[in-house]
C-alpha cells in the first residue's frame, strides 16, 4: 500500500523532472544538463522550478555563476540514484524476461568503433527485427563516464579502463598504424624507424581519446617527442588534415574505411607497428546482462571475424 505522503511523488510528469534535476546536479550546470537530456535550457529551467514547487523546497542556489545543491537537493540526488537503480533493474530483468522478442539493446562504442560497430548491428537487427537498438558513439573518457553510471547495456572499448572491476569479451583486433598522405616522402620507405617520426608535424585527437593515449604511449615509449600540430576531436577530421597536408597521425586502421579506401592515404611501415589493440565488449562487474546483450554478444564473436575482418584484411599496408 502506497504511503500518502508520497503523493506529490505520483504528480504526472514527476518522473521526466527528476530525470531533468538528476542531470543539472550530477554536471552542475543547466546548459550542460540540457545538451546532455537534447533539450532547450528554457525547458530545463522551467522542468526545475516545477519540480521545487511541487516539493514545495529550493533545491539549487546559485553562487556568482555557479549552481550548488542545497540541503534538500543533495538529498534528493541522493534518492535520485536509488530511484534510477531500481528502474534500471527492473527493466533490466523484464527486458530478459521479455527475450529477443522485444527487448531493447543500448549499445555504446569508442569512436573508431563507428567503422564496423553498425554493420554488426545491422545483421543482428535482421535476424530480430523487434529488438529496440541504440548506438552511442563516444571517446573513451566518456565511455568510461557512462559505464561509472551504468548508462548502456553493454560497452565496446579498444582500451578498456583500469579503473574499474569490469568484464571484458575480446571481439577484433584493431591494429593502430601510421597514417601519411600518400605522396608523403616517407610514403615508399621500408622499416622507418619510429625516431624519424620526430621530425613529423603530428595531428593528435582530443584529451580523453583512447587514440590518444595509444599515440603518446608510443612517443614515451620510444623516448621521442611529439610535434603536435593541432589536435582533432574526431578520426575524420585528423584523415582530412592529413589529406590536407597538415601532418601525420597514430590511428586504428580501421580509419580507413572497410569498403572503400582512401587512396590518397597511406600507411607508413614504422618498426614496431601496427600496434595491436583488441576492440572488447566491456561490462561492469556484477551487471546483469539481459538476454539481447548476451545474444549479441555471441553474435558478434561468432559472425565479426567474416563481417570485418576480411575487410580489414583487405586494407593495403
Ligand atoms: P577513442 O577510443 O575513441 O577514445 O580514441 C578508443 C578506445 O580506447 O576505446
Request: net charge neutral; with cysteine.
Amino acid at each position: 500500500m502506497l504511503n500518502s505522503s508520497i503523493k506529490r511523488y505520483l504528480r504526472h510528469g514527476m518522473l521526466p523532472q527528476l530525470a531533468v534535476f538528476e542531470a543539472v546536479a550530477r554536471l552542475s550546470s543547466f546548459t550542460k544538463a540540457a545538451d546532455e537530456l537534447h533539450l532547450a535550457q528554457p525547458t530545463v529551467s522551467a522542468q526545475i522550478k516545477k519540480l521545487a514547487d511541487n516539493l514545495q523546497i529550493p533545491l539549487f542556489e546559485q553562487i556568482g555563476k555557479r549552481i550548488y545543491l542545497t540541503p534538500a537537493g543533495e538529498k534528493l540526488y541522493e534518492g535520485c540514484q536509488l530511484l534510477f537503480t531500481a528502474l534500471t533493474n527492473i527493466e533490466e530483468s523484464l527486458s530478459d524476461l521479455r527475450g529477443l522478442e522485444y527487448g531493447r539493446l543500448r549499445l555504446a562504442v569508442s569512436t573508431t568503433g563507428k567503422y564496423f560497430v553498425p554493420r554488426l548491428l545491422a545483421e543482428f537487427v535482421k535476424l530480430h527485427p523487434a529488438i529496440e537498438v541504440s548506438l552511442q558513439i563516444h571517446n573513451r573518457n566518456t565511455l568510461m563516464d557512462r559505464l561509472s553510471r551504468n548508462e548502456d547495456d553493454l560497452y565496446i572499448f579498444s582500451n578498456p579502463p583500469n579503473e574499474f572491476e569490469i568484464v571484458t569479451q575480446p571481439i577484433l583486433p584493431n591494429p593502430m598504424v601510421v597514417f601519411a598522405r600518400e605522396d608523403h616522402p616517407l610514403a615508399h620507405e621500408k622499416k622507418i624507424a619510429f625516431a624519424q617520426l620526430k621530425n613529423e608535424k603530428f595531428i593528435m585527437r582530443e584529451p580523453g581519446s583512447g587514440t590518444r593515449m595509444v599515440a603518446y604511449e608510443a612517443f614515451d615509449h620510444h623516448g621521442v617527442e611529439p610535434q603536435v600540430q593541432m589536435e582533432l576531436s574526431t578520426n575524420e577530421a585528423i584523415k582530412q588534415a592529413i589529406l590536407a597536408g597538415l601532418g601525420i597521425s597514430i590511428l586504428s586502421q580501421y580509419t580507413l574505411g572497410l569498403d572503400t579506401f582512401e587512396p590518397r592515404l597511406s600507411i607508413l611501415n614504422v618498426q614496431g607497428f601496427p600496434i595491436e589493440r583488441l576492440w572488447q565488449f566491456v561490462y561492469p562487474v556484477g551487471k546483469q546482462t539481459s538476454s539481447v546483450s548476451r545474444a549479441f554478444m555471441d553474435f558478434v564473436r561468432k559472425e565479426a571475424p567474416t563481417l570485418i575482418e576480411d575487410h580489414v584484411g583487405k586494407i593495403k599496408g
